[in-house]
């Protein structure tokens, strides 16, 4: 998994001034294609404005939320269509727009309830669970109960909490997040910095692997890095899989997530320590049954098969059009929830509106240009990103410009609303040379580059750039950081962020003028020039030499 990186603000100030100085590879030459002026132009016709009017659309309660395979995807893509034409933009798909993404919609009835020990616990406030098998029922029956730890099986740390362990017939129940966010030592896993292995995807992945009929997740919010708001709005309603022949069979047949007041009793009653056992957890290797406890659930589940689609447009190149830059981010929410009272739609306006508005005033500052740069330059709005990355994922595995031929990808999602940053915050710092390319950028803002900000949340295996890592295409995934630009900026982010946070896949996720996009504008203005350099050159980024997706 992901190796150690330890840099900090101060020597990545010093980076940017050996970027600044050094005559290597990635510095490129100036276009020649377009002059500075021109290039200058296009990249301050990126403008607020247009971002804003962008992101009030596609927020919209018209919109309904943006849910894959929803009217709300239909009235997305029209408008994706309808913006890229109008720039010029041509299909990327042969003659389409569109590539399709077949997917299934498992809804799993709230009415269910969770038996432990012959007490039950309820849906939404309790636990949340749920199948991804592609199946009308699943059930346990007194399945029981055993603590794994961070359910980890990782070689390379010397680390497997399923050693010694058979868990056929049984669920397991894991912690979140892995063993370095405990003990914070650089020496274990990657410290504070979230591995792959700490993602939820991952430990219900891994209980499969083993055999388990099912997975529970404790959830706490520090180590899952967001409250437990975020799992029942996530993970309730309809949750979308890729339409497969073996029906997901292969997955334990529950998952889901307990709160940690629910696990605390429940380790009590099985004579456990909870912070005691979270605490051996971290130690190493480690898995206990938890007493005579065991689980009943039945979990009745709606299925309906649905096809989405992933957008995608291209700005043809004129010497090296089979070579492209790829710019994406991921135009879905979680739509509309008809059981809530009030408001119902999940509008998504910062996830992923901005992103989505992003990609449209990106594209139109390339389209603006006299001239076309000589590779071609791809934008790809996929689908389903908040169901696991499933449009990236099935793009990945289905490319329509092979990963060979992708020079790089820049992706944007939940871009700042909080104003400028004397900072730009890499995701995965270190791991491309793309680091490079933006810090070049950066240097033309007046700007430092800084790591991850939250590097606890594991956000570089959190988006969509991760598929494309996964397939070998370097990328990037940055934004405004942590540093505000001036004193006022610092005022309005007392006030906004924690109103940004609290709306995270909440309800309020909407456009309000409280908003500063000035700092979203200089992240896009970044990610544009990056785009022209590489366009307008020979040069391929490579991944790190310690960067575990090195190609």
């Known amino acids: 998994m992901i190796k150690k990186i330890g840099l900090s603000i101060l020597s990545v100030a010093v980076l940017v001034g050996c970027v600044a100085t050094s005559n290597d590879s990635t510095q490129g030459n100036a276009s020649t294609g377009n002059s500075a002026q021109a290039i200058s132009a296009s990249y ?35 408008y994706l269509t309808e913006q890229f034409t109008a720039i010029g933009f041509k299909p990327g798909n042969g003659d389409s727009f569109l590539q399709e993404v077949p997917l299934v919609s498992i809804e799993a009835s709230s009415d269910m309830t969770l038996a432990i020990g012959g007490k039950n616990y309820q849906h939404g406030t309790d636990m949340v669970m749920g199948s991804a098998r592609i199946s009308e029922l699943e059930q346990l029956k007194n399945s029981e109960l055993v603590f794994v730890g961070y359910g980890v099986n990782a070689p390379e740390y010397n680390w497997n909490d399923y050693d010694g362990l058979d868990v056929k017939g049984k669920t397991v129940v894991i912690l979140v997040n892995d063993p370095g966010f405990a003990t914070k030592d650089p020496a274990i896993f990657n410290g504070n910095a ?107 589940n709606t299925i309906k098969k649905s096809v989405s ?68 330059v791809t934008f790809l709005a996929v689908t389903a990103e908040e169901q696991g990355l499933l449009g990236s994922k099935f793009y990945a595995a289905n490319p329509i410009i092979p990963a060979a031929k992708t020079v790089a990808n820049i992706n944007m999602d939940a871009l700042n609303a909080n104003g400028k940053s004397k900072d730009v915050a890499v995701y995965g710092l270190g791991q491309s ?56 900026t610092a005022d309005l982010r007392l006030k906004l962020d924690p109103i940004l946070s609290k709306c995270y896949h909440g309800l309020c996720d909407e456009y309000t003028k409280d908003w500063d996009l000035t700092g979203a504008v200089e992240d896009m203005q970044l990610f544009f020039e990056i785009g022209v350099e590489l366009s307008e050159s020979g040069v391929w980024p490579q991944w790190s030499k310690t960067s575990e997706f090195k190609r």
């Open 44 to 78: 301050d016709s990126i403008n607020t404005a247009q971002l804003i009017e962008h992101v009030k659309v596609l927020s919209s309660d018209e919109f309904g939320g943006r849910a894959p395979s929803s009217e709300g995807e239909r009235l997305t893509l029209e």
């Open 433 to 488: 040379e793309l680091d490079n390319y933006l810090t070049k950028a950066a240097l033309k803002q007046d700007r430092i580059i800084s790591g991850d900000p939250r590097p606890a949340a594991g956000i570089y295996y959190r988006s969509d750039h991760f598929a494309f890592a996964n397939i070998g295409i370097p990328a990037l995934y940055a934004k405004g950081g942590s540093i505000p630009a001036d004193q006022a």
């Open 194 to 300: 979230m591995t792959y292995y700490g993602r939820w995807t991952y430990k219900y992945e891994e209980a499969s692997r083993q055999g388990a009929e099912g997975a529970i997740i404790i959830h706490e919010t520090a180590p899952a890095s967001y409250g437990w708001s975020v799992v029942k709005n996530s993970w309730t309603g309809p949750q979308f899989s890729f339409q497969r022949d073996d029906l997901n069979k292969g997955r334990v047949a529950v998952e889901g997530w307990i709160n940690s007041s629910v696990a605390t009793e429940l380790f009590s009653r099985a004579g456990l320590d909870f912070d005691k056992m979270k605490k051996r957890a971290a130690q190493g290797s480690f898995n206990v049954d938890m007493g005579n406890l065991d689980a009943s659930i039945t979990v009745k």
């Open 309 to 376: 689609y992933n957008f995608i447009a291209t700005l043809p190149g004129q010497q090296k059009a089979d070579e492209h830059i790829l710019y994406s981010a991921h135009w879905d929410h979680l739509g509309t929830d008809l059981t809530k009272t009030g408001d119902q739609i999940y509008n998504g306006a910062r996830d992923n509106a901005t992103g989505t508005a992003a990609l449209i005033e990106v594209a139109e500052a390339f389209s603006k240009l006299p001239n076309r740069p000589d590779r071609s």
